[in-house]
C-alpha cells in the first residue's frame, strides 16, 4: 500500500511516524532516531507530510520540502482535539495526520533560513533586555536598603551608578560597594551587547523594502518592522488584516450561546512577541497624539471617548490591518487625509 500522507511527531531524539494510504488506512508506523529520519524520507514516495509547528519543525520542514515532498506545519492546539484517548508519540503522530487532511485546518508558513536568523536577533535582543532588566531592579532593590533612591526608569540608572562609583557617599558599606561594582560591570556589558544586536537588526531593517515601508506606519518602528517580514513572511496566509490581528490576540474574545454573543478582553492568543512590540508602539503613538500629532487624529478622537488603554490596543489592532494591507499589496503607507 502506498502511503499518501504521514504524520511526524517531532522530538529531541526520536521521531514518531505514522501513515496511510489513499482509503485512510494505517499503512506505515514507525519509531526513528534522529540520525535515520532523512534517510527514511528519502526513500519514501513523495507525500503529504505534517508536523507541529514546535521547536526544528521549520528546519525540518525545509530538508523535507528539498527531497520533493509537501509539508504542512499545523498549529498545536488544532492538533489537540484529534488526539485520542491516552498521550503517547504515536498517539500525536496519528492526531497530526488526521488534522492535516482537514479542509478548515489552517496552518503555519514554513520559515525560510533567512527568516529565522533575522528572528534569531530579535530574541537574543529581547533576552539581553531581559537580563538587563533584572541587572537594573537588582541594584535598584540593594541600593534602596541603604536608602539609596533614583527616579524611575532605565535612563536614570546612571544616577545610581555614580552613586555608587562615588566612594564620598558614606551610606553605602566599602563591602557592599565592591559587590555592586560587579552588577555595574555586568549592565555595562548587557547594554553594549544590546546595541551591537540592534546595529545588525537595524542593517536587516536598511535592505528590507517591506520593512522600511512598515516603519513609515506610526507607532511602528524598525524592530517592529524587521520582526514581521521575518516572522509573518507571505501576509496572503492570512485572509484580512481582521484575521492577522486575531492571530496576534489583539480581538475580543467571544463567547456566547442561543444567538446571544458577548465580546470580552483581548484573547491574547498568538505571538506573544510581535503583540507586545504593536502595544508598545501604540503607547508611543498615544503621547504623540496627546501632542496633537495631525497623522493621529483618529486616535485622538478614540481618546476623547475611550480609556487610555483601550485606545491602546485599538491602534494597535488598526496598526496590524495596515501591517497586513501594506504587506499583501506592496503598497507604501499613506495617512488619512484630515
Not at 13 to 40: C, M, P, S, T, Y
Not at 264 to 284: N, P
Amino acid at each position: 500500500m502506498q502511503v499518501i500522507r504521514v504524520g511526524l511527531d517531532v522530538g529531541k531524539r526520536f521521531f514518531q511516524v505514522h501513515g496511510v494510504d489513499a482509503r485512510g488506512g494505517v499503512a506505515l508506523q514507525r519509531k526513528l532516531r534522529r540520525a535515520e529520519v532523512e534517510r527514511f524520507f528519502a526513500g519514501l514516495p513523495r507525500c503529504l507530510i505534517g508536523m507541529e509547528a514546535c521547536a526544528t519543525a521549520h528546519h525540518w520542514a525545509r530538508v523535507l520540502m528539498a527531497q520533493g515532498h509537501q509539508v504542512r506545519l499545523v498549529p498545536p492546539a488544532y492538533i489537540k482535539p484529534y488526539l485520542k484517548r491516552g498521550k503517547s508519540d504515536a498517539a500525536d503522530a496519528a492526531a497530526i495526520c488526521e488534522a492535516i487532511d482537514r479542509p478548515s485546518m489552517h496552518f503555519v508558513a514554513v520559515k525560510s533560513a533567512a527568516q529565522q536568523a533575522a528572528l534569531v536577533a530579535h530574541r537574543v535582543r529581547a533576552l539581553l533586555v531581559t537580563q538587563r532588566t533584572m541587572t537594573v531592579n537588582a541594584l535598584r532593590a540593594h541600593l534602596a536598603e541603604f536608602g539609596m533612591i533614583a527616579p524611575a526608569g532605565i535612563g536614570r540608572i546612571e544616577d545610581l551608578i555614580a552613586l555608587v562609583a562615588g566612594k564620598e557617599d558614606l551610606r553605602l558599606p566599602g563591602e557592599a560597594r565592591s559587590v555592586l561594582l560587579t552588577l555595574i560591570t555586568q549592565y555595562r556589558s548587557l547594554a553594549a551587547q544590546i546595541e551591537a544586536v540592534e546595529r545588525a537588526i537595524m542593517a536587516q531593517h536598511k535592505a528590507s523594502p517591506a520593512s522600511r515601508r512598515l516603519a513609515a506606519i506610526p507607532g511602528i518602528g524598525p524592530i517592529t518592522a524587521t520582526a514581521f517580514v521575518a516572522t509573518i513572511g507571505d501576509a496572503r496566509a492570512f485572509r484580512s488584516g481582521r484575521h492577522l490581528a486575531a492571530w496576534l490576540g489583539l480581538t475580543p474574545r467571544q463567547n456566547g450561546t442561543g444567538g446571544k454573543m458577548q465580546l470580552g478582553r483581548i484573547s491574547k492568543g498568538g505571538d506573544r512577541y510581535l503583540r507586545t512590540l504593536l502595544v508598545l508602539g501604540a503607547t508611543s503613538a498615544l503621547r504623540s497624539a496627546k501632542r496633537g500629532d495631525p497623522a493621529l487624529a483618529w486616535l485622538r478622537a478614540l481618546l476623547a471617548r475611550k480609556p487610555a488603554r483601550l485606545a491602546t490596543i485599538a491602534q494597535a489592532n488598526k496598526n496590524a490591518r495596515i501591517i497586513w494591507a501594506m504587506l499583501t499589496r506592496g503598497e507604501a503607507y499613506r495617512p488619512a487625509a484630515h
